[in-house]
C-alpha cells in the first residue's frame, strides 16, 4: 500500500438531516447499511492509500471510539474541542501530521479518478487543491485559475457562468512545508477556501488537478434519499418490516423499523426502530 496517509474532516454534523443526525456525525451516517465515511476509504484503498488521520468534533467522541473498535480499517482520529473553521486544526497543529498527506471531506460521496490525482502529486512540486466542473456552480465556491493553471481567487456561489464553472471538489495535498507559511492562531475560524488557499496562491504555492467523476453531498433529506435509492424508488433496509399494502414513493426506511398495512411513505425517511401504525401517511418527513 501506499505510505502516503489521508487526512478527512469529519467534524460535520448534518443538522439539515435532524433529528436522524441528532447523535451521529455526517461522516457516520449509513447509505445503505454502509458508513458514509466507508465509501471514502474505499475509494482511497483502491488506489493503494488504507492509513487514515481523521478530525472529529470531540462531542463525537463516543461515537467515533465506538466505530474505531469494530472498523478493519487503520484509523487514528484526533478530536477538536471547538470549532475553528475547516482548517484551524491542522495549521494549529502542523506537528501532528506528516510531511505530505491528502486532506479531503470526509462525509461526501465520490467518484474521482483518484489514480490521476496520485499521478499529479508525483509530478507536482506544490500543494494542490482538486477540482471538477459542474452544470450549475451557484451551491459552490468557484475556482479561479490562471493561465499557469494556479489557483487564482475564490468566489462564493457565482450568479452566473461567466467566471467558469469549476469548482473545488474537497479533496486536496498538502507539503507541511507550504502549510507553514500560512500564520494562524487558534482564537479565530480558519477557512481553506477563505484563509489558506487565497494565502498560498499568492505565494504560487498553491497548483490545480482537474479530476473527472461526480461528487455528492447526502447532507439535506432529499439527498440523502437520493443517495439510497439511486437504483429504485425507495430502500428498505433487510431488517425492516413493511406490510405488503404500504406504498412506498422516493422513500427510506431503516433497520429494524416497521410500517403497518396501507400506509403511504413519500419522499421521507423512517429511522431505524421506529414502528408506524396501519393507515400511516408521511410526507416530506423525517420520523425517529
Known sequence: MNELKAVLLVGGEATRLQPLSNNEPKALLPIRQLPIIEYMFEKFVEVGIDNFLLIAADKHREQWENYNNIT??????????QKYGTAGFIINNLDLFP???ICAN?????DLNLD?????????EASILSTIEVADPSRFGLVVLDDNNLVK???EKPQDLSLGNTISTGLYFFRLEDLKQFNSVLSKQI???????????????????????????VGTRDSYIEANCRD???????????????QLKQSVIMENSEVGENS????SIISPEVKLEPNSIIEDEIIC
Do not use: R
Not at 72 to 80: A, D, G, H, L, T
Not at 116 to 124: A, M, R, V, Y
Open 232 to 246: 429504485n424508488d425507495y430502500w428498505v433496509h433487510p431488517s425492516a418490516i413493511v406490510h405488503e399494502t404500504v
Open 72 to 81: 478493519n480499517y487503520k484509523v487514528e482520529v484526533f478530536y477538536e474541542k
Open 264 to 267: 403511504l411513505i413519500v419522499n
Open 191 to 217: 477557512s481553506f477556501e477563505k484563509d489558506v488557499f487565497p494565502s498560498l496562491s499568492k505565494l504560487s504555492l498553491l497548483t490545480n488537478c482537474s479530476l473527472q467523476g461526480e461528487l455528492f453531498d
Open 153 to 155: 481567487e475564490f468566489i
Open 99 to 101: 510531511d505530505i498527506f
Open 106 to 110: 470526509g462525509d461526501l460521496l465520490m
Open 116 to 124: 490521476f490525482f496520485l499521478d499529479t502529486i508525483s509530478k507536482t
